[in-house]
């Protein structure tokens, strides 16, 4: 292999994470930064799924946000965190400069994964 050829990367360890689409009901949060929305941290109201969704109007923000998120996510599978426990543990935190900011008592609740999918497509 020389410099000019491109690297090839291996990955050797990934945490576990819990799934990320379900069939149930989601009960979420709404990720602010500045006081703006930029997506929504998600749990399943009958299994063990969870996830960030950007809004898509929120840019890089809302995207790098989700990168923040995954990690929390993956912190609170490996220590026993249900996805609702998670959801409501870093309510009312000061503002993340990566993951924002989720209000105290702003849990909210969509039928369907799908709809909130359509609600972060604005």
Do not use: I
């Amino acid at each position: 292999m020389s410099l000019k050829d491109d690297p090839k990367f291996n990955t050797v360890w990934v945490p576990e994470s819990h799934p990320q689409t379900t069939q149930s009901a989601v009960r979420f949060v709404p990720v602010t930064m500045n006081g703006a929305v930029v997506g929504y941290l998600w749990a399943a109201v009958t299994d063990d799924a969870a996830r960030y969704v950007a809004r898509e109007d929120s840019g890089d923000a809302g995207f790098n946000a989700g990168v923040a998120w995954v990690q929390r996510l993956r912190w609170a599978k490996a220590n026993g965190v249900t996805p609702l426990q998670a959801l409501r543990h870093w309510a009312g935190h000061e503002e993340d400069p990566r993951a924002g900011r989720v209000d105290p008592d702003s849990e909210q609740e969509c039928p369907s994964l799908r709809a909130l999918e359509e609600l972060a497509a604005g």
